[in-house]
């Protein structure tokens, strides 16, 4: 996982609450949990577009 360990990411997890807040830890995972499900569904249509031109 990118080189870090669990005190690292500890780390970057309390950083981010002391940021962020308790309350918008979760809608923030739940964005980039959509954003990320877009863009790999982006990333299949694209790819049945370019076998679709190859015929």
Do not use: C, T, V
Not at 16 to 23: D, N
Not at 47 to 52: A, D, I, L, V
């Amino acid at each position: 996982m990118f080189g870090l360990g669990i005190p690292e990411f500890l780390i970057i997890l309390a950083i981010l609450l002391i940021i962020f807040g308790a309350k918008k830890l979760p809608e923030i995972g739940k964005g980039l949990g959509k954003g990320i499900k877009n863009f790999k569904k982006s990333l299949k249509e694209e790819e049945k577009e370019s076998e679709h031109q190859s015929d």
